[in-house]
């Protein structure tokens, strides 16, 4: 079984990536995609405990809206389009963990779109793209 990793990232761009994942699943005889969305953050923040405990409520609180909005709707698609999909949404630093899901997942290959924010390395690839295509342990494509 083909597995892909789609890291969608809310906007236009990580709709180019779902749709080329579309058209790769559609060709393979048996594919499994993989959405994925990570909010960035950092696990290293010296706070008091009531300063813990609002964070873990706004962490739950970002999940459940990015599964509303962002990657439940993907899912749906590409289940109505009679594919397999199922989607997996976590915290941390975007290339790092959407390497280790793709990893952990046995994944084939990770789609993902550039983003045109920042400097020039970003304007090429996106940063966390670019540090994905040099540092992912499985091949990585990116959607211009």
């Known amino acids: 079984m083909m597995k892909l990793v789609i890291g969608l990232d809310g906007r236009s761009s990580g709709e180019k990536a779902l749709a080329f994942a579309k058209s790769l699943a559609e060709k393979a005889d048996d594919c499994e995609l993989i959405v994925v969305y990570v909010i960035e953050w950092s ?60 990893h952990s997942e046995g994944a084939s290959q990770i789609v993902v779109a550039r983003s045109s924010d920042g400097g020039l390395t970003s304007r090429i690839f996106g940063s966390s793209t670019a540090s994905l295509v040099m540092n992912a342990r499985v091949p990585v494509t990116v959607v211009a």
């Open 43 to 102: 696990p290293f923040s010296f706070q008091t405990a009531a300063e813990n405990a609002e964070r873990h409520r706004r962490r739950e609180e970002e999940i459940s809206i990015a599964r509303e909005r962002v990657v439940d709707p993907a899912v749906a698609d590409l289940k109505a389009a009679g594919l397999n999909a199922r989607a997996i949404v976590r915290h941390g630093d975007v290339a790092d963990t959407i390497d280790s899901i793709a």
